[in-house]
């Protein structure tokens, strides 16, 4: 396994994390504990979830299962880096949601009871709280960092001016901030590039890759339809993703042929290739596809590949390839 260090803290993880989101509603907990554990022998140690994840929105089924998988016992929380999340609704009531003093208060606790442990290695923000200021967030972290319940924080779906917000706000308090920012980012959609990127970089913020084969567009969609086989990526929103950009994964899934490799594969690679990205956050549903997506970290792509998948998929803004200003300005 490869690990780097989160952002600029001392943090080590590895490069392929493991996302919880199908813990319940498409992994049994037996599975779900068979990943964990396939993880851990690979040397994954970097697992993400959220205090929302599981058969029903706020029910917190993913952490329990996360939880009842700790408490077996053999070192499970000792060797993993566990990265959760608050923000979203978990009630009906009024401060259920979002980042008040209150409610982190509330959801860290009540995190923390279904996964079965004393602290949060990472506690990352689910969103931007456009209402509640910066001041009253960080005392909070600070408060659950002084308590040992909490040791890092991040951030999730943020602008980059959102990450430059938080991290004046942090130096302000003489505190750390933020570590990481969980940002939807894949090679068909690159905007990250023109602002988070760069100044999660300036930061020291570990960019963590969410949705990085883009709802399994990537991962082959087009070849697994036409041998006959089920894809979630023919049916929904993705779906209506594949009928628009047809003819650009149709290059791609050809490029990946020529290299003789898995696209899904290709996909992950090129996000591991990219300056400042910690690493993809993968979504296995089965062991079996952990054990997959480890082919990644042996994949080196060369610049003419990377050129060719810059043709393929463009970078965005008018001058492409360039952070912001220079992506739209002279």
């Given at each position: 396994m490869q690990y780097t260090n989160l952002g600029r803290s001392g943090l080590s993880v590895s490069r392929l994390i493991v996302g919880t989101m199908n813990f319940g509603p498409q992994a049994s907990e037996a599975e779900s504990h068979a990943i964990m554990d396939r993880a851990h022998a690979h040397g994954i140690n970097f697992f993400d979830t959220a205090n929302v994840y599981g058969m029903e929105p706020g029910d917190g089924v993913t952490e329990e299962i996360i939880g009842r998988w700790f408490a077996t016992g053999g070192g499970r929380r000792d060797k993993t880096v566990l990265a959760t999340k608050a923000y979203l609704p978990t009630g009906e009531w009024p401060n259920q949601r979002y980042l008040s003093a209150l409610n982190i208060r509330r959801a860290c606790e009540a995190s923390l009871e279904r996964l079965r442990t004393d602290?949060?290695?990472l506690f990352q923000?689910?969103?931007?709280?456009?209402?509640?200021?910066?001041?009253e967030i960080w005392e909070a972290f600070q408060v659950l960092h002084q308590q040992g319940k909490v040791l890092y924080f991040g951030s999730s779906n943020f602008a980059g001016w959102h990450l430059a917000q938080a991290q004046e706000a942090a130096r302000?308090?003489?505190?750390?901030?933020?570590?990481?920012?969980?940002?939807?980012?894949?090679?068909?959609?690159?905007?990250?590039?023109?602002?988070?990127?760069?100044?999660a970089r300036a930061y020291g913020i570990g960019v963590i890759p969410w949705g990085p084969l883009n709802g399994g567009v990537l991962a082959g969609a087009l070849r697994k339809h036409r041998q006959g086989g089920a894809s979630r990526?023919?049916?929904?929103?993705?779906?209506?993703?594949?009928?628009?950009?047809?003819?650009s994964i149709e290059a791609y899934e050809k490029l990946c042929a020529d290299l003789g490799e898995d696209p899904a594969h290709v996909g992950l690679a090129w996000l591991l290739a990219q300056d400042g990205v910690t690493g993809p956050i993968t979504g296995p549903r089965t062991a079996e596809q952990?054990?997959?997506?480890?082919?990644a970290l042996s994949i080196t792509l060369d610049d003419r590949t990377l050129a060719e998948l810059d043709r393929i998929f463009p970078p965005p803004g008018p001058n492409g390839a360039k952070p912001a200003p220079e992506a739209y300005a002279w």
């Open positions: 602290h949060i290695d923000m689910h969103h931007i709280d456009r209402t509640t200021p910066w001041e302000a308090r003489h505190f750390l901030g933020l570590v990481s920012e969980q940002s939807r980012y894949n090679l068909m959609t690159r905007w990250a590039e023109l602002e988070v990127l760069p100044a990526s023919t049916t929904g929103r993705a779906a209506a993703t594949l009928a628009e950009h047809r003819e952990l054990d997959a997506s480890l082919r």
